[in-house]
């Protein structure tokens, strides 16, 4: 699976799944620290807004297979609503906050395959 330029849709399909999809949503004692904990983990501290997906795989990729509206340069608005993290960053070192909430994604997709969100 290659784009037009050559270039493979993988790893970036992979790296969307490691920084982007948390389902289920990882559950830690203290809820109030999801963000600073994930961000950490998945080695994405100090990034200034991130959002983490919480829903099935199958449900993630249909936006790239029909399942979204095509707004041009391969990216897709998904037609459902996924239960998402947004994750805040408040510089100098943090900590991060998260809301928690249901909205439209917007993917940019390469073959089918998710590779970025829009933040």
């Known amino acids: ?35 600073d904990r994930m961000m950490w983990y998945r080695r994405l501290y100090g990034k200034p807004k991130h959002i983490f997906i ?21 990216w897709y608005k998904s037609k459902d609503y996924f239960t998402v993290t947004e994750c805040t960053f408040h510089p100098p070192c943090g900590p991060y906050t998260g809301s928690w909430f249901s909205t439209k994604i917007v993917l940019r997709c390469c073959n089918g395959f998710p590779v970025d969100i829009k933040e």
């Open 1 to 35: 699976m290659a784009m037009a330029s050559g270039h493979s849709c993988f790893p970036p399909f992979e790296d969307f799944l490691w920084d982007h999809w948390d389902y289920p949503k990882t559950s830690f004692p203290n809820q109030d620290n999801y963000c």
């Open 54 to 74: 919480h829903a099935p795989i199958h449900k993630i990729l249909n936006v790239c297979r029909g399942g979204g509206i095509h707004l041009g340069g391969g």
